[in-house]
């Protein structure tokens, strides 16, 4: 809390701006604003402070890389590779690796730095839809997040092509591949991509162009966006003690919140560059340049690229000819694993708010998140829909687990196929049932209080053990919790009323049975079994010696 003075170091750095730009009044209410605390809102940052390090280390990259396929003899230092023919790009990430003093820790850093990005995208994004901070106002900035994963994978595909290594030329033959499967637009993308035939002549130029240019450059524009919308609207913040709608508590922006991030980048940059120097990533020299007809075998793509990897080798063989032999074929095989799977998932996650506040008509303004538990269809459709994924993402290395395994591959991938389907299923029944069982926990924490591990006799020789209520901001915490908004009348049609007329015809019965079912309070916390003090709720122990705990 603040006493309403303004600290001397931002009262004279306002002075300094309002004298000469007229923005005192800015710093001093923009300085001073505040940042809640909770660790979770930390996890944004990682992706934030990974693409820095991603400019800064990919700027130096820039200086030695040559963006060419043309044909060089290499006469660089590593000696296994001395005479051998490859592209100039190879030639050029390998004078990087051994002759650029620093060379080689910052592509591995820049690497590193970008797996880390991707991941902290993801993991930031899980926070956010787990939390519910996706509801108004911010759905506009949801969207901008599903765009900046988007093109955050975009952007790891066309820098892991640029090497053209061995293992990168796989990755671009899939990538060719997929684009020449598009019906009537696939060999146009395909020849604009690659300068004709592949692998043609101008791939790795044009994928430069776009990977140091066109993608940053959209990614920065998003990024901008991003961090002025999450500035002006409120931040969201956990439950908790004197937390409401119309609050932040936390900390200042200057000098804590600060402090924090400062510290917290110079953390992320050191993990970068330790994982940078003993973490060995992508050691082209290994693979070999780059041809057509050379192939790699237990070859993975990064671990973003995995879900593709997956979908495409569990996929049968099916394809559509069009009009007998002499027409069209649609290569069902390959345009289904790389478009379905993202599009399910990206689709999803851009709709899930608007869907969200359809089936619940809630059109209120949100500023304090929920626990997972407490919305559990949410929190069970977001791990079945991680389970897709990474079923996907694990199959994609099926030649991996039957090697290791011991088992057949086609095993794996019949397996595989049952699982991508039947897996997501289990993990939404079993996370739901987990989500109700952590709020019955909640109701008997409020009800009964907890353990203190005080042992008391009553007179007639029965132990109990006395339980306290909970600590003041752990009840908060859970007296957060807020039912889930159903429509109203949303259950008129099942008890005889007469349902509201928005509600009435197929689609309005339909939105009000999914109301009925996804919102509403399933483990109420005041439901009768105590007064919410716990002072004379215990867990009784039998007089004879019996340990086992007697049920209330």
Same mark, same amino acid.
């Given at each position: 809390?603040?006493?309403?003075?303004?600290?001397?170091?931002?009262?004279?750095?306002?002075?300094?701006?309002?004298?000469? $730009?007229?923005?005192?009044?800015?710093?001093?209410?923009?300085?001073?604003?505040?940042?809640?605390?909770?660790?979770?809102?930390?996890?944004? !940052?990682?992706?934030?402070?990974?693409?820095?390090?991603?400019?800064?280390?990919?700027?130096? @990259?820039?200086?030695?890389?040559?963006?060419?396929?043309?044909?060089?003899? &290499? !006469? /660089?230092?590593?000696?296994?590779?001395?005479?051998?023919?490859?592209?100039?790009?190879?030639?050029?990430?390998?004078?990087?690796?051994?002759?650029?003093?620093?060379?080689?820790?910052?592509?591995?850093?820049?690497?590193?730095?970008?797996?880390?990005?991707?991941?902290?995208?993801?993991?930031?994004? @899980?926070?956010?839809?787990?939390?519910?901070? &996706?509801?108004?106002?911010?759905?506009?900035?949801?969207?901008?997040?599903?765009?900046?994963?988007?093109?955050?994978?975009?952007?790891?595909?066309?820098?892991?092509?640029?090497?053209?290594?061995?293992?990168?030329?796989?990755?671009?033959?899939?990538?060719?591949?997929?684009?020449?499967?598009?019906?009537?637009?696939?060999?146009?993308?395909?020849?604009? $991509?690659?300068?004709?035939?592949? +692998?043609?002549?101008?791939?790795?130029?044009?994928?430069?162009?776009?990977?140091?240019?066109?993608?940053?450059?959209?990614?920065?524009?998003?990024?901008?966006?991003?961090?002025?919308?999450?500035?002006?609207?409120?931040?969201?913040?956990?439950?908790? %003690?004197?937390?409401?709608?119309?609050?932040?508590?936390?900390?200042?922006?200057?000098? =804590?919140?600060?402090?924090?991030?400062?510290?917290?980048?110079?953390?992320?940059?050191?993990?970068?560059?330790?994982?940078?120097?003993?973490?060995?990533?992508?050691?082209?020299?290994?693979?070999?340049?780059?041809? +057509?007809?050379?192939?790699?075998?237990?070859?993975?793509?990064?671990?973003?690229?995995?879900?593709?990897?997956?979908? @495409?080798? $569990?996929?049968? #063989?099916?394809?559509?000819?069009?009009?007998?032999?002499?027409?069209?074929?649609?290569?069902?095989?390959?345009?289904?694993? =790389?478009?379905?799977?993202?599009?399910?998932?990206?689709? /999803?996650?851009?709709?899930?708010?608007?869907?969200?506040?359809?089936?619940?008509?809630?059109?209120?303004?949100?500023?304090?998140?929920?626990?997972?538990?407490?919305?559990?269809?949410?929190?069970?459709?977001?791990?079945?829909?991680?389970?897709?994924?990474?079923?996907?993402?694990?199959?994609?290395?099926?030649?991996?687990?039957?090697?290791?395994?011991?088992? #057949?591959?086609?095993?794996?991938?019949?397996?595989?196929?049952?699982?991508?389907?039947?897996?997501?299923?289990?993990? &939404?029944?079993?996370? &739901?049932? *987990?989500?109700?069982?952590?709020?019955?926990?909640?109701?008997?924490? *409020?009800?009964?209080?907890?353990? #203190?591990?005080?042992? %008391?006799?009553?007179?007639?020789?029965?132990?109990?053990?006395?339980?306290?209520?909970?600590?003041?901001?752990? !009840?908060?915490?859970?007296?957060?919790?807020?039912?889930?908004?159903?429509?109203?009348?949303?259950?008129?049609?099942?008890?005889?009323?007469?349902?509201?007329?928005?509600?009435?015809?197929?689609?309005?019965?339909?939105?009000?049975?999914?109301?009925?079912?996804?919102?509403?309070? %399933?483990?109420?916390?005041?439901?009768?079994?105590?007064?919410?003090?716990?002072?004379?709720?215990?867990?009784?122990?039998?007089?004879?010696?019996?340990?086992?705990?007697?049920?209330?």
């Amino acid at each position: 809390m603040s006493d309403g003075t303004v600290p001397k170091p931002i009262a004279g750095t306002s002075s300094f701006l309002d004298d000469r $730009l007229g923005a005192g009044n800015f710093m001093r209410r923009n300085l001073r604003k505040v940042f809640p605390d909770h660790w979770s809102f930390l996890l944004g !940052e990682i992706a934030l402070y990974s693409f820095i390090v991603l400019l800064l280390t990919g700027t130096f @990259l820039t200086f030695f890389f040559k963006p060419s396929m043309e044909h060089v003899i &290499y !006469e /660089g230092s590593y000696a296994p590779l001395q005479g051998i023919g490859m592209s100039a790009a190879y030639a050029s990430a390998l004078e990087i690796s051994f002759d650029v003093r620093g060379g080689l820790l910052m592509r591995q850093m820049h690497h590193w730095a970008a797996l880390l990005f991707v991941a902290g995208m993801m993991v930031h994004m @899980l926070r956010v839809f787990f939390t519910g901070a &996706y509801r108004k106002p911010r759905e506009l900035n949801w969207l901008i997040g599903v765009g900046l994963l988007t093109l955050a994978l975009l952007e790891g595909l066309t820098g892991y092509s640029l090497p053209d290594d061995l293992l990168s030329g796989a990755g671009l033959r899939i990538t060719e591949g997929v684009a020449i499967s598009l019906p009537l637009v696939g060999t146009w993308i395909t020849f604009f $991509l690659f300068g004709g035939e592949y +692998p043609g002549e101008d791939v790795i130029s044009r994928f430069y162009s776009l990977h140091i240019l066109l993608i940053p450059g959209i990614l920065l524009g998003l990024i901008s966006a991003h961090m002025i919308l999450m500035w002006v609207q409120k931040h969201t913040q956990m439950p908790g %003690k004197g937390r409401t709608n119309k609050n932040v508590v936390g900390a200042p922006f200057y000098p =804590a919140f600060m402090a924090k991030a400062g510290a917290y980048f110079m953390f992320t940059f050191g993990v970068i560059a330790l994982l940078g120097t003993f973490a060995q990533i992508n050691p082209i020299w290994l693979f070999g340049p780059y041809t +057509p007809a050379d192939i790699s075998a237990g070859s993975q793509p990064d671990f973003y690229m995995g879900f593709l990897e997956g979908a @495409l080798r $569990l996929m049968p #063989s099916w394809e559509i000819n069009l009009f007998g032999q002499g027409g069209g074929t649609i290569p069902l095989s390959v345009l289904i694993p =790389a478009l379905v799977p993202m599009g399910i998932i990206m689709t /999803g996650l851009a709709v899930y708010p608007f869907a969200e506040r359809w089936i619940t008509g809630d059109n209120r303004e949100h500023h304090v998140v929920d626990r997972p538990r407490n919305n559990p269809h949410r929190t069970a459709i977001g791990i079945s829909a991680m389970t897709f994924y990474g079923v996907l993402w694990l199959l994609g290395a099926n030649d991996e687990l039957s090697w290791v395994l011991h088992v #057949s591959l086609n095993w794996t991938t019949y397996v595989g196929r049952v699982l991508v389907f039947v897996a997501p299923v289990i993990a &939404y029944v079993v996370t &739901y049932r *987990i989500c109700l069982g952590l709020q019955r926990k909640d109701a008997a924490i *409020i009800g009964h209080g907890v353990e #203190s591990g005080v042992i %008391k006799r009553l007179p007639h020789g029965e132990y109990i053990e006395v339980h306290v209520p909970p600590a003041q901001d752990i !009840e908060a915490h859970m007296r957060g919790k807020e039912a889930v908004p159903t429509l109203p009348g949303a259950g008129n049609g099942s008890d005889g009323g007469v349902p509201p007329k928005a509600l009435r015809g197929p689609i309005g019965r339909l939105r009000a049975k999914m109301s009925a079912a996804y919102g509403g309070e %399933k483990i109420p916390l005041d439901d009768g079994h105590g007064d919410g003090h716990g002072h004379d709720d215990h867990a009784a122990v039998g007089a004879g010696g019996d340990d086992k705990p007697a049920v209330h």
